[in-house]
């Protein structure tokens, strides 16, 4: 099992929410008030670098097709996405630590619907990368190949705790790097955070990109701003699912296992966090791990992250109902929402749930979660040529973790 020794008191103790400062050196913001940022800790997934602005907000790193989608959202999904509050300048220095620190200059901000913002959002073209050599149909025909799969696959329970599956996929890793992606093995105690490999990661990609060159010198980036979805709970625990099941090209699709999630449901694990009231601690499971899990595996986990406020006694098994029920709620709501939007795509979306963990086992509060969809930077515009009616991947995807959320025991 991965753990961290964090408990809930040091979620915001430990300096890890922004703080503002007078920075005397540097380029032409000399002696501008700005903010230091911090790792965005309870980031589970993604590649991108995001901080804590202050305790509601997130910066983002700018993509122009995600900021049109949110400067453009459908309004049937205004429910169903975190709150956009506008984009911001943040310089990135080097360090000798081999880490970024990250300054935001507030006096930089475009908010929502302000007439600097407007004339930065630029339509992008229709189609990202992701939409490429008829992907759309490739993409189509798996979910039709699949369909007999949804009622199947949520029959019998395969009785494996997060644990076994870390052995059984451990033992089957044939990866013999040292690098962190190559780190397969579930039960690696020395597990970085996601956010820590994601920040390095952004150190090396700055390094390699500006050389020895910097003298100093800020590197300059724009950042979005979005509600930080996790700031009301404690100890929260969250869950990234990919949704969709659009494969990149034909190479890897034959690579692809057959019997994987994201072929046979539409979903594949990008990331989750879930919190250990008696231990008080994390258990941690990323993109590598969601990559080897089979449907069984796939569904167990599920289970276990509904699972979690069920152990106890005093009405936990009332939390884990509601906690069930209101997701199959939430989701189903979102499908029928997205069943409004045609000739459209959304591309690398994933499916974001979050729950407070740390509830007392007499607590009387009722434990509520949210589910968002976030991750628009491979949105797709408009085309009812290249990809008519609704998305149909994305359709699947939902409509197969519904299936298996309905036929958890309560």
């Known amino acids: 099992m991965i753990v961290t020794k964090l408990t809930p008191n040091q979620n915001v ?22 903010i230091v940022l911090k790792g965005f800790k309870h980031q589970v997934g993604g590649r991108a670098s995001i901080y804590y602005y202050d305790r509601k907000t997130l910066c983002k790193p700018y993509v122009s097709r995600e900021l049109y989608f949110y400067s453009n959202t459908p309004p049937q999904l205004n429910d169903f996405i975190p709150k ?7 310089h990135l220095f080097h360090e000798d630590d081999m880490q970024l620190t990250a300054y935001a200059l507030p006096r930089t901000l475009l908010e929502p619907g302000s007439s600097k913002l407007k004339s930065i959002v630029e339509q992008p073209k229709t189609h990202s990368k ?18 007999d799969t949804e009622k199947s696959v949520c029959v019998g329970v395969a009785a494996m705790s997060i644990e076994e599956i870390c052995e059984s996929n451990a033992a089957d890793s044939q990866q013999s790097t040292e690098s962190f992606d190559s780190q397969s093995s579930l039960n690696v105690e020395e597990r970085k955070l996601w956010s820590t490999k994601v920040l390095m990661d952004a150190w090396v ?13 800020p590197i300059k980036k724009q950042f979005m701003l979005l509600k930080n979805i996790t700031s009301k709970y404690q100890s929260p625990c969250v869950l990234d699912l ?6 990149r090209n034909n190479d890897k699709l034959i690579k692809l296992d057959h019997f994987s999630t994201r072929v046979q449901l539409g979903l594949r694990l990008c990331g989750m966090q879930m919190f250990d009231r008696e231990k008080q601690s994390y258990t941690y499971l990323n993109k590598y791990d969601g990559e080897k899990l089979s449907v069984d595996q796939l569904r167990s986990i599920l289970q276990q992250y509904f699972a979690n406020t069920k152990s106890g006694v005093d009405g936990t098994t009332t939390q884990h109902t ?4 209101d997701a199959i709620k939430s989701l189903t709501n979102l499908h029928l929402a997205m069943e409004t939007i045609k000739n459209r795509r959304f591309y690398s979306c994933s499916i974001l749930l979050v729950y407070e963990g740390f509830i007392g086992v007499r607590s009387s509060r009722r434990c509520k979660i949210e589910v968002k969809i976030i991750d628009f930077a491979h949105y797709c515009l408009d085309d009812a040529q290249l990809h008519p009616g609704v998305d149909t991947g994305l359709m699947f995807g939902i409509s197969n973790l519904l299936s298996l959320l309905e036929s958890f025991p309560k």
């Open 242 to 247: 990919k949704v969709g099941t659009c494969i």
């Open 130 to 147: 992701r939409c490429i050599k008829k992907m759309d149909q490739l993409q189509t025909s798996i979910c039709t190949m699949e369909a």
């Open 322 to 325: 509601n906690l069930l029920d």
């Open 13 to 34: 103790k430990s300096g890890i929410m922004s703080t503002e400062v007078k920075v005397e050196s540097g380029s032409s913001d000399k002696s501008a008030n700005q």
């Open 84 to 90: 956009f509050k506008g984009l911001i300048t943040v």
């Open 205 to 217: 990609k700055s390094k390699l990109g500006n050389g020895e060159n910097l003298s100093g010198k």
